[in-house]
Nanobody, 121 residues
Framework: QVQLVESGGGLVQAGGSLRLSCAAS??????MGWFRQAPGKEREFVAA????????YYADSVKGRFTISRDNAKNTVYLQMNSLKPEDTAVYYC????????????????WGQGTQVTVSS
């Protein structure tokens, strides 16, 4: 069993930055992902990272602006978000999978409760 707790969301102006954190407890030998869900939209993939951190994947919409990383000693995964845009506004969720890092939501076994990110124009 894995428990995931996100933090670091908030309100920021367009062009600003935020860093999200996802603290994991329990078994932590998992690949991790970040997803987001805006009002009235489906939850979508943002970024994923393998257990070793050697492989990372990004949605085209965030490539070059967001960076996913992890510190396994702290059981924490991060999402550094730069050059934020109003369309990045969403609830951001971290997720864990027993398998390899994936862009597919259905591959993830555990989910956090989410943290709100709001980008004002």
């Amino acid at each position: 069993q894995v428990q995931l707790v996100e933090s670091g969301g908030g309100l920021v102006q367009a062009g600003g930055s935020l860093r999200l954190s996802c603290a994991a407890s329990g078994r932590t030998f998992y690949s991790m992902g970040w997803f987001r869900q805006a009002p009235g939209k489906e939850r979508e993939f943002v970024a994923a990272i393998s257990w070793t951190g050697g492989s990372t994947y990004y949605a085209d919409s965030v490539k070059g602006r967001f960076t996913i990383s992890r510190d396994n000693a702290k059981n924490t995964v991060y999402l550094q978000m730069n050059s934020l845009k109003p369309e990045d506004t969403a609830v951001y969720y971290c997720a864990a999978t027993r398998g390899g890092a994936s862009i597919q939501r259905r591959m993830y076994d555990y989910w956090g409760q989410g943290t709100q990110v709001t980008v004002s124009s």
